[in-house]
């Protein structure tokens, strides 16, 4: 038997072979390679995700993209050459995206919570608060989605007040404006087809639904101008404003200006009966109200923001973010 053992080596197992990876370190992003274009009138961006007047390029982005660099002219925010870039149309398409979602997931929640005004003694607070609480969380969670993208604007309200505010050119604001229009109509249209295909399920709409037996059209003229205004006073100065950038930071701004457009809406849907709160933003009204059959007092949704808009122009100017930036340019 020992002679049997003679030379006999037991075998001891060894450890097994690392597991080899094809990349042990992460590589760095070259900052050239990822596919976001300056834009001054991007939310949440304090005017800053734009090109500055040192930069070498800034004369020939005047012409070419004027609302990429800080303190256009208006001679270049009314061109019609950006008409040619089809990155823009491109952004305007995601800003219809953008605003399709949103009506479809914001009017799920509508839905849902319609019958809360009737079987508790809070009589629409409920519905209210919680559609307000919605707001909050779409309108920050978009503008972190959007916001290097398209600017985030989701709202003609955001759009023609950037326009008169020289943020964002006369071929952007139009494009916009017309895709989120497109957007919510469509995303009105899908979500009635998704709870049954009935107008009428679509009619009691937080901001979008206003009783014109109970409230007459001069008030919700004057809700809405003011509502409007609010929300523009606060989303310029807390996510447009270079002179706020070093206050709170710029990833605060999508948060600020997500509870300033909660607050309006809560306000104003509390205020008084047959009244579900301010609209600001036109386009997701006009898929809700085409989608439900029912235009009562659509046109205070434009008119009332496009007030607004020019009111709050007059004030951008009298204090402008930048020394050398003057109405007449």
Request: overall charge neutral; some cysteine.
């Amino acid at each position: 038997m020992d002679k049997m053992l003679d030379g006999f080596e037991p075998h001891i197992a060894e450890d097994p072979a690392p597991i080899r990876r094809w990349r042990t370190e992460s590589a760095p992003i070259n900052p050239s390679n990822i596919n976001s274009q300056p834009f001054v009138g991007r939310i949440g961006g304090n005017q800053l995700h734009a090109v500055s007047q040192s930069d070498p390029e800034y004369e020939k982005l005047q012409e070419t993209h004027p609302d990429a660099v800080q303190s256009p002219k208006w001679k270049g925010i009314l061109s019609l050459r950006p008409f040619k870039d089809v990155h823009l149309w491109r952004n305007a398409c995601l800003e219809g995206v953008g605003l399709c979602c949103w009506v479809f997931i914001a009017g799920l929640v509508s839905h849902g919570t319609a019958s809360l005004s009737t079987v508790t003694s809070l009589g629409p607070i409920l519905p209210v608060g919680i559609a307000a609480v919605v707001q909050f969380l779409i309108v920050t969670l978009f503008i972190f989605n959007l916001g290097p993208v398209t600017g985030a604007h989701l709202s003609p309200l955001i759009t023609f007040a950037t326009f008169l505010a020289k943020l964002t050119s006369l071929p952007r604001m139009t494009l916009y404006i017309t895709f989120q229009c497109i957007g919510g109509v469509v995303g009105a249209f899908i979500l009635r087809a998704a709870l049954g295909g009935e107008p009428a399920a679509l009619i009691f709409s937080p901001g979008c639904y206003v009783d014109a037996t109970e409230v007459p059209a001069s008030q919700v003229f004057a809700l809405e101008t003011m509502g409007s205004l609010v929300v523009l006073f606060l989303a310029f100065g807390l996510g447009l404003d270079p002179r706020n950038q070093g206050s709170f930071g710029a990833p605060l701004g999508p948060f600020l200006v997500g509870i300033s457009a909660a607050i309006a809406l809560f306000a104003g849907g509390i205020a008084r009966p047959g009244y579900l709160g301010l609209s600001c933003n036109p386009a997701r009204c006009l898929g809700l109200m085409a989608a439900s059959h029912r235009f009562t007092y659509h046109w205070v949704h434009w008119v009332g923001d496009l007030t607004a808009c020019v009111v709050h122009a007059f004030i951008y100017y009298a204090v402008p973010p930048f020394c050398n930036q003057r109405i007449q340019d």
